[in-house]
C-alpha cells in the first residue's frame, strides 16, 4: 500500500493530529501537505536521524522481518516477544508520525502497515552502497535460460490477436484448450521462465500454459483488457494511451505491475527488489556480493537464497526482456539490467517497394499499431517485420478509409520517403476495393413534400439535396448531419434527431458494457482484509499500566515494607519490567523478577539476570527499585 492510498482512508481530523505530531517532534509547517511530507526523502531523513534507538529498532523491524511492510498484532507480538512493551512504545510514536499505520480486518483482528514510500527509503538507510555489488566483467557470460524479446511486445502481439480475433471466455473463467495454444504461441515468455512463479494459487496451476495466465493477469492490470459479454476484449482508448508512452513510463508502470503482483513474499525480497532499481542499465552486478549486502543489513536469508531469487525472480524479469543473466565457471550468478526497453523511442522504420518493413526496436509502439489494420506483423526478437499485402489492405480500405491515411501512415515514421513503386501499388489496391462501396449516411424524412419543393428554392439547402429519393425523402453523408440541423433550426424548424449511438458513441458504449477486473486471478496475500482504520493512536496506549506505576517504586531505590515489596515485585513481574536489587551488604544486582511465593517459610522472587537465575530471599533484600526507561516518559 501506498503513502497516498492509505491517507484516503483518514479523516481530516487524523490528518490534523498527525500534522501536529510531526511538527512538535521536527519543527516542521503544519500546513504542508501530508502525502506530500511522508513522501518525501529530506523528511523521511530527519526522522531517522532524529528517531529514538526504540523507534530505529521498530523501523528496522517492519523493514526487515515484515511481510510487504505488514505485521498482524499476532504476528507482531511474536517478532517484538524479547522486548515487546518498549517496542509497543516504539510502535505507538511511529503511528502518531503516520511512519505506520493501524489497519483491521471485519472491524476485530488489527495490525500493522508500513507504506511503500516509507519502506522503501528507511531500506535505502540499511543497505550498503549498490556500488559495492558491482563488476566489470570481460566478456558476456552464458546462461541456460535465453531472454523474452520484452513483455511490451508480448502484450502489444497479444492485443493484435485479441482486437483481431473473438476470444471467448468459458463459464470458469478460462480461454478454451484450443484458443489458449493459439495465443500463448504470440508470447517469448515461457513456461520455463515462470517456473518459479509459486504464490497461491499459482501453485496449484497447470505450469504448462501458466504463461498465458500471466500475460492476460497483467494486461488486465494494466486496463488494456475488459471481460465484455462472454469474451475478452480489447480497451481502445487505454491501449492508445498505453502504446503512446514513452519506453521509460510505460517500463516503469509495467514493473511496479510485475512487482505489486510476483514479487515473492517474505522479509528480503523487496529489499532485495529495491538493490535492483539502483543498479544502472547494463552494469553487471555479483548475486552473490548483494546478498552478503542484505545480511549486513539484518535480512536473514534462507539456505540457497541464491537459487530462490534466480528461479522465482529473475528467471521471471529475463522473461519479460528486462534482465540479463549469467554464470561463471565456479557457477557464480550475474545480472543486469536490459536498457532497451528503457530507450527513449526516436527511430523510424524502413520500407521497401515490396512493402516489407523493417522496424528496429526503438520505433514508438503507437505507429506500429495504426498500420498493423493494413500491415501483418512478424516478430522476430526485439526486431518487427510488416508486410503490406493487397487483400488485407483492401479490406482496411474497404471499411471506409482512403489510401491516403495508409500513404500517411507509412510516412509518420519512415525514416525514408517512400518508394513510389509501393504508393502506385497501393492507389491500384485502392481502386480495386472501391469498386463495390457502402456507405454509411443519414436518411431525411419530411411530413409532406411541400418541405421539399421549398428548399429546392433556397441556396443555403443546395448542398444537402444532392441525393433525392422521394418527394419526402433525401440522403446526406454522416458529416452533414450537425450542419443541417443547424439550418434548420437557423430557419425555425426543430428537427427530431433519432438516436444513432451505435457509430456516434460506440466506443464509450463498449467500454461501459465490459468491465475491467482488477486481474486474471487474485494472488493470496497475508493482509487481505485489511483496512486502514480511522484512527489516532493516544502516548499512553500500550504503557498505561507502567505509566500508573507509583513513582515511589521507579524512580527510588530505597528499602519496603515486606507486603509493598512483595508487591512491587508481582507489579514488575506481570509488566515484565526489570528491578535493580541490592541485598544486605552485597552489590546491586539487575534483573527480571518471577515467581514471587512463599518457600521454606520464607517469601522467595527468582531473579533472572544476564549472568544466569537466582532464587532470593525478600528478607535478604535492601533496597529496590523498578527500572523504567526514560524515553518511556517522553511526552507524557
Not at 227 to 238: H, L, N, P, T
Not at 307 to 336: K, N, P
Not at 547 to 561: D, E, G, N, R, V
Request: charged content about 25%; hydrophobic content about 40%; proline content about 6%.
Amino acid at each position: 500500500m501506498r503513502v497516498q492510498d492509505s491517507l484516503e482512508c483518514l479523516s481530516a481530523a487524523t490528518q490534523r493530529a498527525i500534522k501536529v505530531e510531526q511538527a512538535n517532534r521536527f519543527a516542521v509547517p503544519e500546513d504542508e501537505d501530508l502525502s506530500a511530507r511522508l513522501t518525501d526523502p529530506d523528511f523521511l531523513g530527519r526522522v531517522w536521524e532524529q528517531a529514538s534507538e526504540i523507534e530505529r529498532k521498530v523501523m528496522r523491524q517492519f523493514v526487515t522481518a515484515s511481510t510487504r511492510g505488514f505485521f498482524s498484532k499476532r504476528s507482531w507480538e511474536k517478532a517484538a516477544a524479547n522486548d515487546l512493551r518498549h517496542m509497543t512504545v516504539g510502535l505507538t510514536r511511529l503511528r502518531r508520525l503516520g511512519i505506520v499505520m493501524t489497519v483491521r480486518k471485519m472491524w476485530s483482528e488489527i495490525g500493522y502497515l508500513m507504506p511503500l514510500e516509507t519502506r522503501e527509503q528507511i531500506t535505502s538507510y540499511l543497505l550498503p552502497q549498490p556500488s559495492r555489488a558491482f563488476v566489470s566483467l570481460a566478456k558476456t557470460l552464458p546462461y541456460y535460460i535465453t531472454a523474452g524479446r520484452g513483455l511490451h511486445l508480448d502484450l502489444f502481439g497479444l492485443l493484435l490477436f485479441i482486437r483481431d480475433n473473438e476470444v471467448p471466455v468459458t463459464q470458469k473463467g478460462a480461454i478454451h484448450r484450443r484458443m489458449s495454444g493459439r495465443m500463448a504461441t504470440l508470447l517469448s515468455l515461457s513456461d520455463e521462465h515462470c517456473a518459479g512463479v509459486v504464490l497461491p494459487p499459482l501453485d496449484q496451476e497447470d505450469r504448462e500454459g501458466l504463461v498465458l495466465t500471466i500475460a492476460l493477469d497483467l494486461a488486465l492490470r494494466l486496463r488494456l483488457l475488459q471481460i465484455k459479454g462472454k469474451s475478452v476484449a480489447i480497451r481502445e482508448r487505454q491501449v492508445r494511451r498505453w502504446l503512446a508512452q514513452s519506453p521509460p513510463e510505460r517500463w516503469r508502470d509495467m514493473y511496479e505491475c510485475v512487482t505489486e503482483q510476483y514479487l515473492p513474499h517474505g522479509h528480503f525480497w523487496e529489499a532485495f527488489a529495491l538493490m535492483m532499481r539502483q543498479v544502472p542499465l547494463d552494469q553487471w552486478c555479483s548475486l552473490d556480493e548483494q546478498l552478503r549486502m542484505l545480511k549486513e543489513a539484518g535480512f536473514t536469508l534462507p539456505p540457497e537464497a541464491d537459487r530462490l531469487i534466480a528461479e522465482q525472480w529473475l528467471h521471471l524479469l529475463t522473461g519479460m526482456g528486462w534482465v540479463q543473466l549469467g554464470m561463471d565457471a565456479e557457477e557464480r550468478l550475474y545480472w543486469r539490467w536490459n536498457s532497451l526497453p528503457q530507450l527513449t523511442a526516436e527511430e523510424g522504420w524502413f520500407v521497401d517497394a515490396a512493402g516489407t518493413i523493417t522496424i528496429p526496436p526503438l520505433v514508438p509502439l503507437l505507429h506500429v499499431w495504426e498500420i498493423s489494420p493494413f500491415c501483418t506483423l512478424h516478430f522476430d526478437g526485439p526486431l518487427i517485420r510488416g508486410e503490406i499485402e493487397a487483400k488485407r489492405l483492401q479490406a482496411y480500405l474497404a471499411s471506409g478509409k482512403d489510401e491516403q491515411q495508409v500513404i500517411g501512415r507509412l510516412r509518420a515514421a519512415s525514416a525514408h520517403p517512400l518508394p513510389e513503386a509501393l504508393v502506385e501499388a497501393i492507389g491500384q489496391w485502392a481502386k480495386t476495393a472501391r469498386q463495390i462501396r457502402l456507405e454509411p449516411c443519414f436518411c431525411v424524412r419530411t411530413a409532406h413534400p411541400g418541405f421539399l419543393e421549398e428548399w429546392q428554392g433556397i441556396p443555403d439547402f443546395q448542398p444537402f439535396l444532392t441525393q433525392i429519393l422521394s418527394p419526402t425523402e433525401f440522403l446526406i453523408p454522416l458529416s452533414q448531419e450537425a450542419a443541417l440541423v443547424a439550418l434548420l433550426r437557423e430557419y425555425g424548424y426543430e428537427p427530431q434527431v433519432l438516436a444513432h449511438t451505435a457509430e456516434a458513441a460506440g466506443e464509450p458504449e463498449q467500454e461501459a458494457a465490459g468491465t475491467a477486473p482488477d486481474g486474471w486471478f487474485a494472488v493470496e496475500r497475508p493482509w487481505d482484509g485489511y483496512a486502514v482504520e480511522n484512527t489516532y493512536p493516544d502516548l499512553l496506549e500500550g504503557m498505561r499500566d507502567v505509566a500508573a506505576l507509583p513513582k515511589m517504586w521507579t524512580q527510588h531505590f530505597q528499602s519496603y515494607h515486606p507486603q509493598s515489596l512483595r508487591n512491587l515485585l508481582k507489579r514488575a513481574s506481570e509488566l515484565s519490567l526489570e528491578v535493580e536489587i541490592q541485598l544486605e551488604g552485597a552489590e546491586i544486582q539487575r534483573g527480571l523478577p518471577s515467581d514471587v511465593r512463599i518457600e521454606m517459610g520464607y517469601w522467595t522472587v527468582t531473579l533472572a539476570t544476564g549472568s544466569g537465575k537466582a532464587r532470593l530471599r525478600l528478607d535478604d533484600i535492601g533496597r529496590v527499585r523498578i527500572v523504567v526507561p526514560d524515553y518511556l516518559y517522553e511526552g507524557v
